[in-house]
């Protein structure tokens, strides 16, 4: 059982920042991918980036590109999602999902079965 744990989320105002962070615990963390995701009120989750479990590759969905920075420290546990420039459109729940890694380098899709889930932590951006 890996453990997620995210926090850092909170308010801010438009153009705003913030950082993220998920912490892992239990199984080993380099043996896993970390993908970020926010699900806002009465939509779908969406996937937001993904990290290998190697820290060297990464993928963003296309509205958060640019603006949003997917890393980690595997000395820490951590992953770390900085947003930047946010806008009110990026209130949402923010979580962490894990996947197991095949290789060092594999980024996962959004829409594969991730196999660990953390609680969420809300940001919200005002006008």
């Known amino acids: 059982q890996l453990h997620l744990v995210e926090s850092g989320g909170g308010m801010v105002q438009f153009g705003g920042s913030l950082r993220l962070s998920c912490a892992a615990s239990?199984?080993?963390?380099?043996?896993?991918?970390i993908g970020w995701f926010r699900q806002a009120p009465g939509e779908e989750r969406e996937g937001l980036a993904t990290?290998?479990?190697?820290?060297?590759?990464?993928e963003y969905v296309r509205s958060v590109k640019g603006r949003f920075t997917i890393s980690r420290d595997n000395a820490k546990n951590t992953v770390y999602l900085q947003l930047n420039s946010l806008k009110p459109e990026d209130t949402a729940v923010y979580y962490c999902?894990?996947?197991?890694?095949?290789?060092?380098?594999?980024?996962?899709?959004?829409?594969?079965?991730?196999?660990?889930w953390g609680q969420g932590t809300q940001v919200t951006v005002s006008p």
């Open positions: 999902a894990a996947r197991t890694a095949h290789y060092p380098d594999y980024v996962p899709a959004f829409v594969v079965t991730y196999d660990f």
């Open positions: 239990g199984h080993t963390f380099e043996d896993y991918a």
């Open positions: 990290i290998s479990s190697s820290g060297t590759k990464a």
